[in-house]
């Protein structure tokens, strides 16, 4: 008898960590059960035509700020997720901060998990934080299930009681000593305070505050001190990390070194280091404002190098919204972070395989493969491969639009991308089989995303 899937995806141009291939996509339980170039299946199975379609993984977004609980009006669970399989994101991991309480102890877990229960149109994993007097903590975290941990070398912003406060160089060290212990990755936000922050008082003193003056308060030698000394901890403490939104060649440069020398270290860009520079802050505003900041179109030059040479292993789109009025006026007193998840994939397939011959493994690779890998989600997630979760964008390569403020699916309707004009186009996303976005309907699902638990600790749920 003819194998019976739920649903067939049929003749899409399959993009697989070897190549592309055409092929019949046979999904069953919300599990890939066969992928073959002309599949046997009854015909009352459902199809999806996908002949015109290049099909991806769905993106494993490793970096997004929701707000929830308690703020929720900035993001929920709701309109992120949406937004993000609006982009072809099928997995993504919360950050830690941003919300009230900060994940930093397992109440705060417990309550994030409350505000994303049924709420969630796709799959998500939650980072948990590292902050000073938590570190007795890390353990109850990693044993409920977070993927990793967080820490900021540089304040992160944000006001109340219960904020996310950035690391002194004893909780680093300590916090990495235990985080090794528990084995999982210490995520870190690397731009050294001292710096950033004694040049951000001068230029305020100063009354230098326009945008090239914010971008010149976080050069690059920031970034390098920071990530620097914390590779010099982790060769200490055999502490796994990952660097998240590196923002210069340098950086990359670092980092790679000291993969060569054994460390076990990822890095990680943002589509908008590789897609807008300074003058675009100086022209959008402080929509495109955070932190690190937007460099030069040469420095930009060197990151794509990077990118092309093979050294990036994550691209994550570090979406921190926040209010369309906390993105206006004055450039030290607007909220750092930029809303741009919806745009992820489209950015780097357009910037990356339309423009720059990226080929679209290698693409996929750092959108999904890699972050699904380094945080104990495969081969349950990243992959298109039999037994994987059928996790799909489906994407018109040949598609042009321009970004419209309608087109966004966040709470706050504002992007530095409204108005760029995009070579292709997320047509549609499925979330372990089900179809959870329809370009011209929108969300076409109810809210089935469930939380993901490493396979390292918890348990082994994401071990596929
Ligand atoms: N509090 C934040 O969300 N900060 C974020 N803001 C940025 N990147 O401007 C971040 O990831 O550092
Ligand atoms: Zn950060
Ligand atoms: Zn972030």
């Not at 994940?103 to 505000?115: G, I, Q, Y």
Request: proline share 5%.
């Amino acid at each position: 008898m003819d194998k019976q899937f739920d649903l067939v995806i049929r003749k899409g141009t399959v993009v697989l960590e070897e190549g592309l291939k055409q092929l019949d996509i046979g999904i069953l339980g919300g599990k890939i059960a066969a992928l073959g170039e002309n599949l046997l299946y009854s015909e009352h199975t459902p199809v999806y035509e996908a002949e015109h379609l290049h099909v991806l993984p769905g993106m494993v977004d490793a970096h997004v700020h929701f707000n929830e609980p308690a703020l929720g009006h900035w993001e929920g669970f709701v309109t992120g997720s949406a937004a993000l399989a609006a982009g072809g994101c099928t997995t993504y991991i919360d950050m830690p901060l941003n919300g009230v309480p900060p994940t930093v102890r397992l109440s705060a877990l417990e309550r994030k998990l409350e505000a994303a229960e049924g709420q969630s149109l796709i799959d998500y994993a939650l980072w948990g934080g590292l902050v000073p007097g938590n570190i007795e903590n890390l353990q109850e975290l990693a044993e409920a299930g977070v993927i990793g941990f967080k820490a900021f070398m540089s304040c992160p912003g944000g006001e109340g009681e219960d904020i996310f406060a950035e690391v002194d160089d004893h909780t680093l060290f300590k916090g990495m000593q235990e985080i090794a212990r528990l084995g999982l990755v210490l995520a870190l936000h690397a731009e050294s305070e001292e710096i950033v922050s004694k040049r951000a008082a001068k230029a305020q003193e100063e009354g230098r505050r326009g945008a090239l003056d914010f971008v010149d308060t976080r050069p690059i030698a920031a970034e390098l001190e920071a990530v620097n000394r914390a590779l010099y901890y982790a060769e200490q403490t055999g502490c796994k990390l990952h660097f998240v939104h590196i923002s210069s060649a340098e950086g990359v440069k670092a980092i790679t070194e000291a993969k060569a020398k054994g460390l076990d270290v990822t890095v990680e860009t943002c589509p908008h280091y590789l897609a807008l520079t300074n003058e675009d802050l100086v022209q959008l505003g402080p929509v495109a404002k955070c932190a690190p900041p937007l460099r030069t179109a040469g420095d930009q030059d060197r990151l794509w190098a990077e990118l092309l040479a093979g050294r990036l292993d994550i691209l994550a789109s570090d979406h921190s919204p926040c209010p369309t009025s906390m993105k206006q006026g004055d450039f030290f007193e607007a909220w750092g972070g930029i809303s741009g998840a919806q745009s992820s994939m489209e950015l780097m397939l357009d910037e990356g395989h339309l423009r720059r011959n990226v080929p679209l493994p290698e693409l996929s690779r750092m959108l999904s493969l890699e972050p699904a890998k380094r945080f104990g989600l495969y081969p349950r997630k990243g992959v298109i491969a039999v037994g994987a979760d059928a996790d799909f964008a489906l994407v018109d390569m040949n598609m042009s639009y321009t970004l419209q403020t309608n087109d966004l699916f966040y709470r706050h309707k504002h992007s530095p991308y409204v108005g760029r004009t995009f070579g292709c186009r997320v047509m549609a996303t499925f979330n372990r089989g089900s179809r959870v976005y329809e370009l011209g309907e929108g969300v076409v699902s109810h809210a089935g995303g469930t939380w993901l638990r490493p396979a390292v600790n918890g348990g082994g749920e994401a071990g596929g």
